[in-house]
């Protein structure tokens, strides 16, 4: 039972327009969302984080956004470019649970020049 | 600045051999863990430590054990391997940082004929 969960395996948008990655949970103790960029061959890293108490945060090109209610959070990059491409992770962390996080399957992003 | 160090980078192992990825981090970092990466199922936790001398289960233990015998290193075993144990292997360190960001190694594939 996947407690998050990224639904759309892969996604791609023309260089310079809005990427919109979408992630959606099902346990209500997260209370921090991170999201991270994964290149081939390499580690995932860090990108942007949420609390759970803030419905948006930004970061340059970056922002997510939280809407709890909804259990659901997205991440925006604007505008999208060439090096962009990656898969992005989707993770939250539980705050009773050691500061482990769980992690979305994944989305495939193509940034086409 | 090294960060997290994984090896080997990759590994065919026969069924049956025991295995050992290392892990070592440089960052003096408190908890460590280890991933695996398999497609559509994104991150999964195998094993952690939040400090040296203590280790815990994570949501795939079978199979593998760990020791955290110091700050620095982490290494995951697999007593016996098996062919549903090829994947890619990420470890992981817990940051300051107030989300509990990782940093990541650059991964290990293994793969079990």
């Known amino acids: 039972d996947q407690q998050v969960k990224q639904n759309s395996p892969s996604l791609s948008v023309q260089e310079g327009r809005i990427s919109i990655l979408n992630c959606d949970y099902t346990?209500?103790?997260?209370?921090?969302f991170l999201w991270y960029k994964k290149y081939p061959a390499e580690g995932p890293t860090f990108l942007i984080s949420?609390?759970?108490?803030?419905d948006k945060n930004e970061d340059g090109r970056f922002t997510v956004f939280l809407n709890k209610s909804a259990k659901h959070l997205s991440l925006h990059i604007v505008p999208s470019q060439p090096g962009d491409s990656a898969v992005y992770f989707c993770a939250a962390r539980r705050n009773n649970a050691g500061n482990m996080l769980t992690f979305g399957g994944g989305t495939r992003l193509m940034v086409k020049p | 600045i090294a960060g997290i160090t994984q090896a080997p980078t990759s590994q065919i192992l026969a069924a049956g051999r025991r295995m050992t990825l290392r892990c070592t981090q440089d960052m003096r970092h408190n908890a460590m863990y280890w991933y695996r990466q398999d497609l559509g199922l994104g991150l999964r936790l195998i094993h952690y430590?939040?400090?040296?001398?203590?280790?815990g289960k994570g949501e795939v233990p079978d199979g593998y054990s760990v020791s955290r015998a110091n700050t620095d290193d982490f290494p995951l075993t697999l007593a016996s391997a098996v062919p549903s144990q090829t994947s890619v292997y990420f470890c992981?360190?817990?940051?300051?940082?107030?989300?509990?960001?990782?940093?990541f190694g650059e991964g290990s594939r293994l793969t079990v004929l």
């Open positions: 992981a360190s817990r940051g300051p940082g107030v989300a509990g960001e990782l940093f």
């Open positions: 949420i609390s759970s108490i803030k």
């Open positions: 346990n209500s103790m997260f209370d921090y």
């Open positions: 430590s939040n400090t040296a001398g203590t280790t």
